[in-house]
């Protein structure tokens, strides 16, 4: 028991270092969002800014997006893909097809290790 105690303080402490660096990581997440509002108007207002500088001091490139001419990254929640094939499919094939693709990634979702996580205590 004395080792369950010492490796859950452990647990803790890392939990909360872990939870400091994600607050810190979304106030720069943050910071860069407004960084990047500014360049936005930069190139907005600005038609021959280069697209494309490299970064000396760091060797890395900065690379402009143009709108209209990419494409982010997406994932679809349970709730979208139900709207979509209720949109395109009568109702019974639609509410079938979202069963059998929800059965489908919940087994693949199954763990087969351990998970832990920490909550606040419920205090009466």
Known sequence: MEELKKTLSRYADVSKRLNEV???????RDERR???????ALYA???NLPTNIE???????????????WKKGWT???KELKSYLEDLLPKEPAEELM?????RQ???MVETDYGFELKVAKRD
Request: hydrophobic content about 35%; aromatic content about 2%.
């Open 22 to 28: 994600n607050a810190n990581a979304t106030k720069l």
């Open 34 to 40: 407004t960084v990047e509002l500014d360049l936005t």
């Open 45 to 47: 207002s600005e038609k």
């Open 55 to 69: 970064l000396k001091t760091s060797g890395l490139v900065f690379s402009v997006k143009q709108p209209n001419q």
């Open 76 to 78: 679809l929640s349970k």
């Open 99 to 103: 069963n059998e693709i929800v059965r």
């Open 106 to 108: 919940e087994a693949k």
